[in-house]
C-alpha cells in the first residue's frame, strides 16, 4: 500500500496583489481527504456548516462555522466537504514576507508578530470575534487593491488584540522542524486517517516509521506533545461526534463506525474527552441548533 507524505499546494496571488483572497460557495473547496502545507499563513473563515478539523496532531469537530489561522508550513487537512453545509468559505493567504523581510519588526507590527509567531501551532478563534471579524473577511474581498491591503492588517490586528481564541497544538507543536520528521510524522498521520476505523497497533506503527515500539512511543509524544493512543482516540472521537451531529445511527452504530470495537470503552473514552455521554451530547446539540 502506497503511503502519502502532505501535499505541497502552490499559492500564487492574484494579478495587482501582495497576498491570495478567495470566496467559495457550497462545496466549491472540497479538500477533506487532502493533507497538505504551504508556506502561506492561511486565514480561513467558513460561514456556517460544520465538519472535521485537522491541523498539525489536533482533531476537533466545529459547528456553526469556523474562523481559524494556520501557520507557515503547518499540514492540515481542508475543513469542508460535501456534508459540510457551509453558505461560503474565506481563505485568506499571504507569506510572512509578503510585505518585506523587515515588516514584523517594527513597533507598530509588534501585536500581529506575536499573532502570527502564535499561528505556527493553529488559532481556533471563539463566536464572538468569528461573527465580527467573519464579516469584515467577506468585505475586505470586494475592496480595491490597496483598501484590501489596509483591511487585512486590521483583520490581523484585531484577533492579536482578542483573548477570545485556543491554541490547537499544545507545547509548541511545529511540523517544520527537520524534513526527516515531517516525512515520518505524516506518514503515520496519513495512516491514521485512512485507517482509524480499523484496528490500529503500536507494533505496525513502529514497523512504519522504522523504529522499535518504545522509541516510536517516545518520539510521537516528543513530536505532538501527546501519546499515540490518544491521538488515535481524539481521531475516533471526532469522527463519533461528526455523526451524532450530522447522521441518524444508533449510539452503537456510531461506536463502531467511529473505530471503536467496546461499547463500554466507548462510552467511557467519549465521556474523558467530551466531559458527557454521546446520548447527551447529541440531545444537548439537537437543542442548541434548534
Avoid at 452504530?253 to 473505530?259: A, I, M, N, T, Y
Wanted: with cysteine.
Amino acid at each position: 500500500m502506497k503511503h502519502l507524505h502532505p501535499s505541497f499546494e502552490a499559492i500564487r496571488p492574484g494579478i495587482g496583489s501582495s497576498f491570495t483572497s478567495l470566496k467559495f460557495f457550497t462545496n466549491e473547496n472540497i479538500k477533506s481527504h487532502v493533507w497538505h502545507y504551504h508556506p502561506e499563513i492561511e486565514l480561513i473563515f467558513v460561514c456556517r456548516g460544520s465538519g472535521k478539523r485537522q491541523i498539525g496532531s489536533s482533531i476537533s469537530y466545529f459547528s456553526e462555522g469556523d474562523l481559524v489561522l494556520i501557520g507557515s508550513n503547518l499540514p492540515h487537512c481542508g475543513l469542508t466537504n460535501e456534508n459540510t453545509h457551509n453558505d461560503y468559505e474565506m481563505v485568506i493567504q499571504f507569506k510572512p514576507d509578503f510585505l518585506g523581510e523587515n515588516i514584523w519588526s517594527i513597533p507598530e507590527m509588534q501585536r500581529i508578530t506575536a499573532l502570527l509567531e502564535k499561528s505556527k501551532a493553529g488559532i481556533v478563534f471563539g463566536e464572538e470575534v468569528k461573527k465580527a471579524v467573519g464579516k469584515k473577511i467577506v468585505e475586505m474581498h470586494d475592496a480595491s487593491s490597496l483598501d484590501k491591503l489596509c483591511r487585512l492588517l486590521n483583520i490581523l490586528d484585531e484577533l492579536a488584540l482578542t483573548e477570545d481564541y485556543r491554541i490547537l497544538n499544545a507545547g509548541k507543536y511545529y511540523l517544520q522542524t527537520q524534513i526527516e520528521d515531517n516525512e515520518r510524522i505524516n506518514l503515520i498521520f496519513n495512516y491514521v486517517k485512512d485507517h482509524f476505523k480499523e484496528d490500529i497497533t503500536l507494533e505496525e506503527m513502529a514497523d512504519l516509521a522504522h523504529m522499535k515500539v518504545p522509541s516510536f512511543c517516545r518520539y510521537f509524544k516528543k513530536i505532538t506533545n501527546k501519546t499515540f493512543t490518544r491521538f488515535v482516540n481524539e481521531y475516533r472521537i471526532t469522527h463519533a461526534l461528526k455523526l451524532l451531529a450530522e447522521q441518524p445511527l444508533s449510539i452503537t452504530e456510531v461506536c463502531f463506525e467511529s473505530g471503536f470495537n467496546n461499547f463500554s470503552y466507548f462510552n467511557k473514552t467519549f465521556k474523558e474527552y467530551i466531559g458527557k455521554s454521546p446520548s447527551q451530547y447529541r440531545k444537548e446539540f439537537n437543542y442548541f441548533i434548534e
